[in-house]
Nanobody, 121 residues
Framework: QVQLVESGGGLVQPGGSLRLSCAASGSIFSIYAMGWYRQAPGKQRELVAVITSRGSTNYADSVKGRFTISRDNAKNTVYLQMNSLKPEDTAVYTC???????????????WGQGTQVTVSS
């Protein structure tokens, strides 16, 4: 079984910074890509950033230049450094991973439980 556990959310003032972490554990043979999605109240979930096992990254236009995604392959952990936060960044941020589950013998997509990020003065 695979678990994704996020941490680092909270309340921050506009212009501030937060760093989210997501650690994957369990029957993981390899992780192809990890990413962060977010969903604000009344809106659809959207991709924030994704990083492949080789380090290639992709960002939503709304966060380019402000957010940085990185990963520690040895720890099966992905990070999201969020700078210059804006009120419109307020959302539940959820970690996602495409990986090979050796217990089930196939590639699967897993989600974390989500962490709240609130940007407000």
């Amino acid at each position: 079984q695979v678990q994704l556990v996020e941490s680092g959310g909270g309340l921050v003032q506009p212009g501030g910074s937060l760093r989210l972490s997501c650690a994957a554990s369990g029957s993981i043979f390899s992780i192809y890509a990890m990413g962060w999605y977010r969903q604000a109240p009344g809106k659809q979930r959207e991709l924030v950033a994704v990083i492949t096992s080789r380090g290639s990254t992709n960002y939503a236009d709304s966060v380019k230049g402000r957010f940085t995604i990185s990963r520690d392959n040895a720890k099966n952990t992905v990070y999201l450094q969020m700078n210059s936060l804006k009120p419109e960044d307020t959302a539940v941020y959820t970690c996602n991973a495409d990986l090979f589950d050796f217990r089930l013998g196939r590639s699967l997509n897993y989600w974390g439980q989500g962490t709240q990020v609130t940007v407000s003065s």
